[in-house]
């Protein structure tokens, strides 16, 4: 579907938790009637426990409090976490509860990796960033690096819908009758400010593709510059297309990779890709002064995005994702100007010359760890044509350990 772009909003952006942390809390605090809250981790750390605190805050003085985690993601979280917020009034789910965690079925890789607020049907907070504290990390990898955007105004209608779209399904497939509920209050969508903005959606029925398709009509406008960063980039072949295609009309393109990784065959597999694109004039860096888990682009300085969608297979085939996308040049340059202000303070520049004189061991690293990903998106059986190479029109593909 396309999307729909509103105007009339006001947009915060929120660097990382140092941004997003206190405005979250403030808002909870200040809740009078109704919590929405997804996470794909709610971790057991200093911050899981002070949001958890003021869910429970707020739960007493009698504000419904809806809580949706993920049970892969989140799979501790009913020890953890549960008795404390249902003691104190809390709703809470966890979606897909894992049970046998060594045993492969496809629906597992369906995960909510959705990372979204909405109090009072008023304000909502979009993005990428899991209640964990950023310095959850490894000592080499902390503070974690990441975007969140405040919301305000009529994209907030599209927010609060598929919040409570949600917990109606992860309510009915779990038997929770009881939390199946009438809207407490209707959202607040009056004009707020002046920012046009459309909130997206991925799922496995009417929206499996509108984030990808949304990334890829902007590419394909693009006339000046595409700076995308973002924590893992498996593009397939269409994305893949379109960021050539780009290159080749004179559009500057500038990625900015995780180069430090809590996945090491996704980042290896990615790799494989470097030189392909770097043959195409397209600009890699990688950042290394901390764990990465962006998931943001600017383009031309009047289209951005913030979100939960990787660009890679798992996000835009098989997870539950959600983005805002904005057309207004003030809040692109911001995160622009952040982006780049990042990569000056923690990146490296990738140049062809390393990959192509890389030893053979390596190049076969980086390609079996390609092809493998590939095999385990065919292995679910959910990846469409579009994922799928062909051969009479390459499109940004790894390249072979021979070459």
């Not at 979009?126 to 504290?133: F, H, P, Q, R, S």
């Given at each position: 579907?396309?999307?729909?772009?509103?105007p009339?909003?006001r947009?915060?952006?929120?660097?990382s938790g140092q941004?997003?942390?206190?405005?979250?809390l403030?808002?909870?605090e200040?809740a009078?009637s109704?919590?929405?809250?997804?996470?794909?981790?709610?971790?057991?750390d200093?911050v899981?426990?002070?949001?958890?605190?003021a869910?429970?805050?707020?739960?007493?003085?009698?504000?419904?409090v809806?809580?949706t985690?993920?049970?892969?993601?989140?799979?501790?979280?009913?020890?953890?976490?549960?008795?404390?917020?249902?003691?104190a009034?809390?709703?809470?789910?966890?979606?897909r509860?894992?049970?046998?965690r060594?045993h492969?079925?496809r629906h597992r890789?369906r995960?909510?990796h959705r990372?979204?607020?909405?109090?009072?049907a008023?304000?909502?907070f979009?993005?990428?960033?899991?209640?964990?504290?950023d310095?959850?990390?490894p000592?080499?990898?902390?503070?974690?690096?990441?975007?969140a955007?405040?919301?305000?105004?009529?994209?907030?209608?599209?927010v609060?819908?598929?919040?409570?779209?949600?917990?109606e399904i992860?309510a009915?497939?779990n038997?929770?009758?009881?939390?199946?509920?009438a809207?407490v209050?209707a959202?607040?969508?009056?004009?707020?400010?002046?920012q046009?903005a459309?909130?997206?959606i991925?799922?496995?029925?009417?929206?499996?593709?509108d984030?990808?398709?949304?990334?890829?009509?902007?590419?394909?406008a693009a006339?000046e510059?595409i700076l995308?960063?973002n924590a893992y980039?498996?593009p397939g072949v269409?994305?893949?297309?379109a960021?050539?295609?780009?290159a080749?009309?004179g559009?500057?393109?500038?990625?900015?990779?995780?180069?430090?990784?809590?996945?090491?065959?996704?980042?290896?597999?990615?790799?494989?890709?470097?030189?392909?694109a770097l043959?195409?004039k397209?600009r890699i860096?990688?950042?290394?002064k901390?764990?990465?888990?962006?998931?943001v682009?600017v383009?031309d300085g009047e289209?951005?995005?913030?979100g939960?969608?990787n660009?890679d297979?798992f996000?835009?085939?098989?997870?539950?994702?959600?983005?805002?996308?904005?057309?207004?040049?003030a809040f692109?340059?911001?995160?622009?100007?952040?982006?780049?202000?990042?990569?000056?303070?923690g990146?490296r520049?990738?140049?062809a010359?390393t990959?192509?004189?890389?030893?053979?061991?390596?190049?076969?690293?980086?390609?079996l760890?390609?092809?493998?990903?590939?095999?385990?998106?065919?292995?679910?059986?959910?990846?469409p044509?579009?994922?799928?190479?062909d051969?009479?029109?390459?499109?940004?593909?790894a390249?072979?350990?021979?070459?």
């Open positions: 579907m396309a999307a729909e772009f509103l009339g909003n947009l915060t952006l929120l660097n941004d997003y942390f206190p405005a979250l403030a808002e909870i200040a009078q109704e919590i929405y809250l997804e996470s794909y981790i709610f971790a057991d200093e899981g426990h002070a949001i958890a605190g869910l429970c805050r707020a739960a007493r003085r009698g504000v419904q809806n809580v985690v993920d049970g892969f993601g989140s799979r501790n979280f009913s020890s953890e976490f549960m008795p404390l917020l249902t003691a009034g809390v709703q809470a789910m966890q979606y509860p894992e049970i046998g060594f492969f079925k890789l995960r909510l990372k979204l607020v909405v109090i009072d008023r304000v909502a979009v993005g990428g960033i899991n209640i964990i504290d310095n959850n990390a000592d080499d990898m902390r503070p974690r690096y990441d975007y955007v405040r919301v305000e105004g009529p994209a907030l209608q599209q609060h819908h598929a919040v409570r779209r949600i917990w992860v009915w497939v038997f929770k009758r009881r939390f199946r509920h809207p209050v959202p607040h969508c009056a004009l707020a400010g002046a046009t459309a909130f997206l991925r799922d496995n029925i009417r929206h499996r593709n984030i990808l398709h949304a990334y890829i009509a902007a590419i394909n006339q510059e995308i960063a980039f498996l269409r994305f893949g297309r960021l050539q295609a780009a080749r009309r559009v500057r393109i500038t990625v900015m990779l995780q180069g430090k990784t809590d996945h090491p065959l996704l980042r290896f597999a990615t790799q494989a890709l470097y030189l392909a043959e195409s397209i860096f990688e950042y290394e901390s764990f990465m888990h962006a998931k682009a383009i289209w951005a995005t913030v939960s969608s660009i297979p996000s835009l085939l098989l997870a539950k994702e959600a983005n805002i996308v904005v057309r207004d040049a692109a340059g911001e995160l622009r100007q952040s982006i780049y202000a990042a990569m000056a303070d990146a520049e990738m140049h010359e990959f192509t004189r890389q030893p053979i061991h390596s190049r076969l690293l980086r390609w760890s390609y092809g493998l990903v590939r095999a385990l998106v065919g292995l679910t059986g959910y990846g044509k579009h994922w799928q190479a051969e009479e029109t390459p499109g940004l593909t390249e072979s350990p021979a070459e």
